[in-house]
């Protein structure tokens, strides 16, 4: 693992760093540091005002300093003389315990107390746009049911072959692209790890994808809706939990149903438990509940969740079990923060394994056709207020999270929330001028 950022940068010929961090809203944040001046950003932090950025903070706070995590550092494939390193924001001498790496930090080691860690892999979908974000950019890219379209992904090949490759020299192990089931819609995918570094390279992914985007003069949105009939863009998480020395996989029994232990039916246990309250993580945004509610697409199916159930290999539930020793959580859409994303789950699944929850009967029909069938299962909720509501309102998640990510989440969400409902827009005064 690297930790003299210095030498990194001699052997590399880094000329900058951007040490990087992620605020609630999932905005990356950085100063662009000269490789000369990094030692002592390692030794010292650099000064962010946190009131500036999606903290919840006020101007009257101190000074937060963001120390470079050197095991994160990435090499920029695309401009080689740049690297990209997470942050560990600071203040008054302590880890700022609503910064959400920080937070994922803290839960990863309360797991590995208990004798666990989270391994994941996750589906980050993004839509190619017109700059101006009007329209899909390929305008020969019209099909009914565009998935797996080889002329359209050809079309990208320039675009999506460098982001590919891009991952590959990193060290991701990227293993297919492919184009979505909406029109200017992708997905690249790579090998799963333990959940910080996850993390770490989702968050590098979006940032990645958008940069080498403007590259080719076209615009990467992972915006959960960005067009009212299209598929949205969804975040899926593969997901099992491993001893803590990463070499046994307790997700996994051959013999039981569907090849999941019971561990990992109480995982699954606690994050249908906790659904409700945790699509304020998983579907942070107003424009979220446009793709977890929608109509169906002109695709045929909107691939998104709208109820709490899971069953095997079955795409319309929240949760889906596609083989032995690993659960998809079908929920999280694309502007889901990569580091809280991991942190609902993780808690959801604790609270699971703590009190041997039960995920309920399997549901094997379509629930986007049959959905009325499953009479006891739970509603997502209708939009963000209510989801803040329900997060608000859960006792375990607040318990493991802790207050001050708690308070300060649905400070800045309800904030948001106030400011959208203050909006005033065509739609109302197309019908309500004359009323």
Same mark, same amino acid.
């Given at each position: 693992?690297?930790?003299?950022?210095?030498?990194?940068?001699?052997?590399?010929?880094?000329?900058?760093?951007?040490?990087? &961090?992620?605020?609630?809203?999932?905005?990356?944040?950085?100063? *662009?540091?000269?490789?000369?001046?990094?030692?002592? *950003?390692?030794?010292?932090?650099?000064? &962010?005002? @946190?009131?500036?950025? %999606?903290?919840?903070?006020?101007?009257?706070?101190?000074?937060?300093?963001?120390? $470079?995590?050197?095991?994160?550092?990435?090499? /920029?494939?695309?401009?080689?003389?740049?690297?990209?390193?997470?942050?560990?924001? #600071?203040?008054?001498?302590?880890? #700022?315990?609503?910064?959400?790496?920080?937070?994922l930090k803290r839960l990863v080691?309360?797991?590995?107390?208990?004798?666990?860690?989270?391994?994941?892999?996750?589906?980050?979908?993004?839509? +190619?746009?017109?700059? =101006?974000?009007?329209?899909?950019?390929?305008?020969?890219?019209?099909?009914?049911?565009?998935?797996?379209?080889?002329?359209?992904?050809?079309?990208?090949?320039?675009?999506?072959?460098?982001?590919?490759?891009?991952?590959?020299?990193?060290?991701?192990?990227?293993?297919?692209?492919?184009?979505?089931?909406?029109?200017?819609?992708?997905?690249?995918? %790579?090998?799963?790890?333990?959940? /910080?570094?996850?993390?770490?390279?989702?968050?590098?992914?979006?940032?990645?994808?958008?940069?080498?985007?403007?590259?080719? @003069?076209?615009?990467?949105?992972?915006?959960?809706?960005?067009?009212?009939?299209?598929?949205?863009? @969804?975040?899926?998480?593969?997901?099992?939990?491993?001893?803590?020395?990463?070499?046994?996989?307790? &997700?996994?029994?051959?013999?039981?149903? +569907?090849? /999941?232990?019971?561990?990992?039916?109480?995982? !699954?246990?606690?994050?249908?438990?906790?659904g409700e309250a945790l699509c304020?993580?998983?579907?942070?945004?107003?424009?979220s509940y446009k793709r977890i509610?929608?109509?169906?697409?002109?695709? @045929?199916?909107?691939?998104?969740?709208?109820?709490?159930?899971?069953?095997?290999?079955?795409?319309?539930?929240?949760?889906?079990?596609?083989?032995?020793?690993?659960?998809?959580?079908?929920?999280? =859409?694309?502007?889901?923060? $990569?580091? +809280?994303?991991?942190?609902?789950?993780?808690?959801?699944?604790?609270?699971?394994?703590?009190?041997?929850?039960? $995920?309920?009967?399997?549901?094997?029909? =379509?629930?986007?056709?049959?959905?009325?069938?499953?009479?006891?299962?739970?509603?997502?909720?209708?939009?963000? !207020?209510?989801?803040?509501?329900?997060?608000?309102?859960?006792?375990?998640?607040?318990?493991? +999270?802790?207050?001050?990510?708690?308070?300060?989440?649905?400070?800045?969400?309800?904030?948001? %929330?106030?400011?959208?409902?203050?909006?005033?827009?065509?739609?109302?005064? =197309?019908?309500?001028?004359?009323?």
């Amino acid at each position: 693992m690297t930790q003299d950022l210095t030498g990194y940068a001699k052997e590399r010929g880094i000329k900058y760093f951007l040490v990087n &961090f992620t605020d609630l809203f999932g905005v990356q944040r950085a100063k *662009m540091v000269p490789s000369q001046a990094i030692a002592g *950003m390692q030794k010292d932090g650099g000064g &962010f005002a @946190g009131f500036a950025t %999606w903290l919840d903070m006020t101007p009257a706070n101190a000074d937060m300093f963001v120390f $470079p995590d050197a095991p994160s550092v990435m090499q /920029l494939p695309w401009k080689k003389d740049v690297a990209w390193v997470a942050g560990i924001p #600071v203040m008054d001498g302590k880890p #700022v315990a609503h910064a959400p790496r920080n937070l994922l930090k803290r839960l990863v080691a309360q797991a590995a107390e208990k004798g666990f860690m989270l391994k994941s892999g996750v589906e980050p979908e993004f839509h +190619l746009i017109t700059p =101006d974000g009007r329209s899909v950019a390929d305008g020969a890219d019209r099909q009914e049911k565009p998935c797996y379209d080889q002329q359209a992904l050809m079309r990208r090949y320039d675009l999506i072959s460098e982001i590919c490759d891009s991952m590959n020299e990193l060290g991701w192990g990227a293993y297919q692209n492919d184009h979505e089931d909406a029109n200017g819609q992708f997905e690249i995918n %790579w090998d799963f790890t333990d959940a /910080l570094t996850t993390s770490d390279r989702h968050a590098f992914f979006k940032y990645m994808v958008r940069a080498l985007a403007e590259k080719h @003069g076209l615009r990467a949105t992972f915006m959960p809706k960005p067009f009212t009939n299209l598929t949205g863009n @969804g975040c899926h998480m593969h997901a099992s939990v491993w001893s803590t020395d990463g070499k046994t996989n307790l &997700f996994k029994d051959d013999a039981g149903e +569907l090849g /999941l232990s019971a561990m990992g039916y109480h995982f !699954l246990g606690g994050v249908l438990h906790n659904g409700e309250a945790l699509c304020a993580i998983t579907n942070p945004t107003v424009n979220s509940y446009k793709r977890i509610n929608a109509p169906r697409t002109t695709s @045929g199916a909107t691939w998104a969740p709208n109820t709490l159930t899971y069953g095997g290999n079955n795409r319309t539930n929240m949760v889906r079990i596609p083989g032995a020793g690993r659960v998809e959580f079908r929920l999280a =859409d694309g502007a889901v923060n $990569p580091y +809280l994303h991991h942190c609902v789950y993780l808690a959801a699944g604790i609270d699971g394994i703590e009190n041997a929850r039960h $995920p309920g009967e399997r549901v094997d029909f =379509d629930m986007y056709t049959e959905g009325w069938k499953a009479t006891s299962a739970k509603k997502l909720p209708l939009n963000m !207020l209510d989801a803040i509501r329900l997060f608000e309102a859960n006792p375990f998640l607040r318990s493991v +999270l802790g207050d001050e990510f708690c308070n300060g989440y649905v400070k800045l969400k309800n904030a948001e %929330w106030n400011s959208y409902a203050a909006h005033l827009t065509d739609w109302e005064r =197309d019908r309500t001028l004359d009323c």
